[in-house]
T-cell receptor
Framework: AQKVTQAQTEISVVEKEDVTLDCVYE???????LFWYKQPPSGELVFLIR??????QNEISGRYSWNFQKSTSSFNFTITASQVVDSAVYFC??????????????FGQGTTLQVKP | DAGITQSPRYKITETGRQVTLMCHQT?????MFWYRQDLGHGLRLIYY???????DKGEVPDGYVVSRSKTENFPLTLESATRSQTSVYFC???????????FGPGTRLTVT
């Protein structure tokens, strides 16, 4: 079975603090993809990153960085020097390509990040 | 460049009524998906489609019906709406089974 766990339901930080959102996944498939999506208060879902299971390189995009560790089945997301505009719900998701999965996304419950000025 | 659209954006209906939520994408993506978003559950897959005339159940399909006669459209029908189907519904599409999914703006459905 596939599962994604985001243990942090809500996080509150003050602007300019760094914050890490945790994501732990479960799958028996060897080929899978991990995603992060952002859902700002306006409600739309914004794609942030996709990582495949064969690429464990960390990635940095501006203030955002992602740490993928297969050994601990984790794909954590760090925002450096957070800003008020980062306030949103963040979802981690898994797409495993074993039999019958056909690209379906399994989402975690989401982490609500509040960045206070 | 419209992308992926959903209609209506908001809908209030009564228990027992049939409701259809529309989803349209302009990219000719093969894959389309319907998710529902509920507090504490994140997004859960209702149905998906790998191509026109090919659909399959997701995690929470009961009470829903889908069809896909054209690649660009993927309507979701609640045959007899129940209060437990009050939710925000998102449609998504992707080019491949491993590509990123593009989400529509969502439909907020309230069943009274």
């Amino acid at each position: 079975a596939q599962k994604v766990t985001q243990a942090q339901t809500e996080i509150s930080v003050v602007e300019k603090e760094d914050v890490t959102l945790d994501c732990v996944y479960e799958t028996r498939d060897t080929t899978y993809y991990l995603f992060w999506y952002k859902q700002p208060p306006s409600g739309e879902l914004v794609f942030l990153i996709r990582r495949n299971s064969f690429d464990e390189q960390n990635e940095i995009s501006g203030r955002y960085s992602w740490n993928f560790q297969k050994s601990t089945s984790s794909f954590n997301f760090t925002i450096t020097a957070s800003q008020v505009v980062d306030s949103a719900v963040y979802f981690c998701a898994l797409s495993a390509l074993g039999s019958g999965n056909t690209g379906k996304l399994i989402f975690g419950q989401g982490t609500t990040l509040q960045v206070k000025p | 460049d419209a992308g992926i659209t959903q209609s209506p954006r908001y809908k209030i209906t009564e228990t027992g009524r049939q409701v259809t939520l529309m989803c349209h994408q302009t990219w000719s993506h093969s894959y389309m998906f319907w998710y529902r978003q509920d507090l504490g559950h994140g997004l859960r897959l209702i149905y998906y489609s790998a191509a026109a005339d090919i659909t399959d159940k997701g995690e929470v399909p009961d009470g829903y019906v889908v069809s896909r006669s054209k690649t660009e459209n993927f309507p979701l029908t609640l045959e007899s709406a129940t209060r437990s189907q009050t939710s925000v519904y998102f449609c998504a599409s992707s080019e491949t089974d491993r590509g990123k999914q593009y989400f529509g703006p969502g439909t907020r459905l309230t069943v009274t």
